[in-house]
């Protein structure tokens, strides 16, 4: 059987909010509650394990862990409690961004957009409730990874249906939609992190599943304004890909290969930096000892408080000729985040041992919240704009792939934070996410030309 594609049209639809489609409404706050259950669980789970979970009396109790830790070892070599908890962290976010591949294709071939994301949405539900039973740990943690497959490729590509090809107003939603995941990341830790933090672990887990359930039902509610499923006609042959679509293909890869420098370093906000700011980090403000979980939220704050002034900044220079194009902002993006991991190797260095004041880390979260503005709402709005229409989706969900290996180099990186110099480690990270800069700078003009980048082919020219 041959299927064929017929990509979804933008919505047809007189109802408008902001100058953007209803729809966008329904899938912001559908993203916003996602993002609420997923980061209320993410901020707790390095934590979590590595203050409970492995240890003795406690991981025996975890089905089929002993073999999961065996193959790991097999791999990666001996690890610490640390390191093992890093470790998880990093493939456990890796293959949260690498299942939309699959999750996209089957959008976009078989179950509908539609149906992908409520699936999708269902299953997360299921696995942030598991968390609160530890025997079942490994099996949520299974869950959680394929309801995100589902969802998030595909309804991050209902947004840019939403719009014709050329609409400009596409990089704003796009924006609009980081703006979401943002809202519900910071807002996350601050409840989830902690009800789990000082009143019990599965407290943080089952309000997330509570914020999952809830962004389902928004989903449902808002049905009739979203994108149409794309097409599929199973008689039809398939659809073959043109000689552009194929060197527009090759350069989202280059793209790809690229933003795995970015997510390597952004990656360790979640995952080793939380260990960081337990045991190196002055946490006392007021006489009171700020939470753990809430410098999540500070990181999910400083991008709420910098978006709109980044936006107002990219029309004033729109209006002037001068906003850089897609791969200028994603290149100063990876330039500014390396800047705030060196920030943290500079705050060790100067402290020489004793404990990090607070202000370093705040400068820190502002600086990386900078640059993941310009890049990650970028690069996603590049993948739907410069992606071929028959494999949208796909290319979408191919995208998370980046982060997927990010994650899993930062779970391996996530051993030397206890081997090396705190210093050099942060300082590592930076090399690592800056060095992202000087390929684009290198590449910068093939992949302009490859992904049909007409305004930024017009400004090298001139």
């Known amino acids: 059987m041959t299927v064929a594609y017929s990509p979804a049209l933008p919505m047809r639809t007189e109802r408008t909010l902001f100058g953007h489609p209803i729809g966008l409404v329904y899938i912001v706050f559908t993203e916003a509650w996602e993002r609420f259950s997923f980061y209320g669980m993410q901020g707790l789970l390095v934590l979590y394990m590595a203050n409970h979970l492995l240890h003795p009396g406690v991981v025996e109790t975890v089905s089929g862990f002993a073999a999961f830790r065996a193959v790991l070892e097999s791999v990666f070599g001996p690890l610490t409690t640390h390191a093992l908890a890093t470790q998880i962290f990093g493939l456990y976010g890796g293959f949260i961004y690498l299942m939309p591949v699959f999750g996209g294709l089957a959008g976009d071939r078989w179950l509908g957009r539609r149906r992908a994301v409520m699936l999708g949405a269902g299953l997360m539900a299921f696995g942030h409730f598991l968390m609160a039973i530890e025997g079942a740990f490994l099996f949520a943690l299974l869950t959680l990874i394929i309801g995100c497959g589902f969802l998030k490729g595909n309804i991050a590509a209902q947004v840019g249906d939403l719009y014709a090809r050329e609409d400009r107003r596409r990089d704003s939603a796009y924006s609009v939609y980081y703006l979401a ?13 902690t009800l789990g933090e000082l009143y019990g672990w599965h407290y943080g887990f089952g309000a997330a599943g509570i914020g999952m359930l809830i962004g389902l039902v928004i989903y449902i509610a808002g049905r009739n304004h979203l994108p149409a499923d794309p097409v599929v006609d199973k008689h039809a042959a398939p659809t073959r890909l043109s000689a552009s679509d194929k060197r527009a293909i090759a350069g989202l890869l280059v793209v790809l290969a690229i933003s795995i420098l970015f997510w390597t370093a952004q990656a360790q906000v979640w995952n080793t930096y939380v260990l960081w700011v337990q045991d190196r980090l002055d946490r006392s403000f007021l006489g009171l000892t700020v939470p753990v979980t809430w410098f999540q939220s500070l990181d999910s704050f400083a991008v709420l408080a910098l978006a709109p002034l980044m936006l107002w900044f990219w029309r004033a220079q729109a209006r002037r000729g001068a906003e850089p ?67 949208n989706a ?36 930076g090399a690592i996410v800056a060095s992202a800069a000087i390929v684009i700078v290198v590449a910068y003009k093939p992949l302009v030309s490859v992904l049909q980048l007409r305004r930024e082919e017009e400004r090298a020219a001139g």
Request: glycine share 10%; with cysteine; charged share 5%.
């Open 394 to 429: 796909m290319m979408v969900g191919i995208y998370y792939v980046s982060i997927f290996a990010g994650s899993v180099a930062s779970g391996w990186l996530g051993r030397f934070y206890q081997e090396i110099p705190t210093s050099l480690f942060w300082s590592l990270h």
């Open 181 to 193: 995941i943002n809202v519900g990341a910071a807002v996350a830790p601050l409840i989830c992190g």
């Open 325 to 391: 194009g897609d791969l200028v902002k994603i290149a100063l993006g990876c330039a500014i985040f390396g800047c705030a991991c060196f920030c943290l190797g500079l705050a060790e260095f100067v402290t020489t041992g004793a404990k990090v004041p607070l202000l370093w880390a705040v400068a820190f979260h502002f600086i990386c919240a900078s640059g993941y503005l310009y890049v990650a709402p970028v690069s996603l709005a590049l993948f739907s704009r410069a992606a071929p229409p028959s494999v």
